[in-house]
């Protein structure tokens, strides 16, 4: 085993740290600094909920309940809290910039706890814009920080059990129910595991279990309300298997993201690579230079991936979404590959400029191309209105997936009213619909856009379309809409009434 590290070199290590955490924060800020609507799918949806959350504090019989004690709702008091100090222009960007800022902070703390070297929680600062960032899964997100603090409570040498011991797991298991139900879920799992691997005695078993009980016990209420309020929805809440080749070719998106082009595929085997070579050159000794903690974890996330369902309750890349979390544990428990000449920490740095500048360089094309027209709509809305929102288009040239899918919810953020659909209507956020929702135009309009009939427009007061020249040359064909704006991919018609 190494020594002691002396005073002087650990605190130039915590300098260099520091800096490299503030310039990767810095690159990471970059793409969404420049994008006014970050290409962030759910993002518009959970900055709506808090739209919504001050509608139903200001009318408490209005059709709107606060779900104060469910899970899944600490991201929404943080969105509160930015849109209170802030104008509500700048509270998408600021809401991504504090998720990035919780991961990177997260991960270099992680690092420095363990005694890891920086350029490891660099390259797993990589997998930061992975496919939940781009979904916009923000209270998923803001579950890898919490778990992040679970991790060093519940790996802390074992001591006798105490009230401040017991009142610190309990706070960890607030915050990972606050963030998200699965989160909260995977942590007991998580405890339960490390009582085995540190082989705890009973008595600590039950005294590290107990601090389950608070969480555990909203979570007993809270579920079956929620699995028969989404079923009463039309929602599909059965488990979902791909086959194995499937998991294995969305196992990039997964972990790198939305930009398109070859880039991700070059960081994503870079990663693999590192992993490898370390492996490979550290075999004979992995024993004594791996951290076993970071390891059990890594293995523990990855075996979610591999057995957990692609869909479950309506939740989408149910397994997928734990990969980005197992590369980071499993990159932070191996030591440093090694090279002959000191280039490991400039390509390090050179590789983080790349990508981060990529990933800017394509949300400026998004926004430039794919977003044309949209601001233009957004201003020819009312205020209050209902709004029936159609991408048809679904799919951009510059990044992956489908990121105008919840673009139409920027309405009610600006605007109030009410949408065609709404986060309301998933009841795990929040704030929910008092009852079962009175939809009397098509479902699913927000997947399947293409599907709208003309009898739909009636329940609406405007149409926001996401279109070519040869969809809007067909809305405008309909007698029931009159254009509001004629330029750009977006566009907002007004529905006509009848007399």
């Known amino acids: 085993m190494p020594g ?41 949806q959970h900055i709506a909920q808090v739209r919504l959350l001050r509608e139903a504090l200001a009318h408490p019989d209005g059709p709107y309940v606060i779900q104060w004690a469910s899970p899944n709702t600490l991201v929404y008091y943080l969105i509160l809290g930015l849109w209170t100090i802030l104008p509500v222009g700048f509270v998408a960007r600021a809401v991504l910039l504090l998720v990035v800022s919780l991961w990177v902070a997260a991960i270099h703390v992680l690092g420095a706890g363990r005694g890891r070297a920086w350029p490891a929680a660099v390259v797993a600062s990589w997998l930061i814009f992975n496919r939940s960032f781009y979904w916009g899964f923000l209270n998923f997100l803001i579950g890898f920080p919490a778990f992040v603090l679970w991790f060093a409570l519940t790996t802390e040498e074992p001591v006798k059990p105490s009230w401040p011991k017991w009142a610190a797991l309990v706070g960890g298991s607030v915050l990972l129910y606050g963030s998200h139900a699965l989160w909260f879920l995977l942590g007991g799992g998580w405890l339960i595991v490390m009582s085995l691997v540190k082989r705890l005695p009973v008595r600590a078993w039950v005294f590290r279990l107990t601090a389950l009980v608070p969480c555990g016990l909203a979570s007993f209420f809270w579920y079956p309300g929620l699995s028969s309020s989404r079923a009463m929805a039309g929602s599909d809440v059965a488990p979902h298997w791909s086959t194995l080749f499937d998991r294995l070719g969305s196992m990039l998106t997964a972990a790198m993201g939305g930009i398109a082009g070859l880039l991700p595929a070059v960081i994503f085997v870079l990663v693999y690579l590192w992993i490898g070579y370390s492996i490979w050159q550290n075999r004979e000794r992995l024993r004594q230079v791996v951290d076993r903690d970071l390891l059990t974890a890594a293995a523990f996330f990855l075996a979610i991936v591999i057995v957990s369902p692609d869909k479950y309750m309506d939740t989408i890349f149910f397994s997928s979404r734990w990969l980005p979390p197992a590369l980071i544990f499993l990159l932070l428990a191996l030591p440093l590959p090694s090279f002959r000449k000191p280039v490991l920490k400039p390509a390090v740095a050179a590789v983080t400029a790349v990508f981060f500048l990529a990933t800017a360089v394509a949300w400026r094309e998004y926004d430039r191309e794919d977003l044309a027209g949209f601001r233009e709509s957004l201003q020819q809305i009312p205020a209050a209105p209902r709004v029936l929102g159609l991408d048809l288009i679904k799919y951009s040239e510059y990044l992956k997936d489908r990121p105008f899918l919840q673009l139409f919810a920027y309405v009610q953020v600006y605007r109030g009213g009410e949408l065609n659909f709404s986060f309301a209507e998933h009841y795990s956020g929040l704030v929910a619909y008092r009852g079962k929702r009175d939809i009397r135009w098509s479902p699913f309009l927000v997947w399947y856009p293409e599907k709208v009939k003309r009898s739909d427009f009636a329940s609406f007061d405007y149409v926001l379309v996401n279109g070519e020249e040869k969809d809007h040359r067909a809305m405008a064909s309909f007698k029931e809409l009159s ?10 018609y007004r529905v006509a009434r009848a007399r």
């Open 483 to 492: 254009a509001l704006s004629g330029q750009g991919r977006w566009r907002v």
């Open 4 to 44: 002691p590290v002396p005073k002087s070199d650990a605190k130039r290590d915590g300098r260099e740290r520091l800096l490299v955490a503030a310039g990767l924060l810095a690159l990471a800020a970059l793409p969404i600094l420049l994008t006014p609507f970050p290409p962030s799918t759910d993002l518009p």
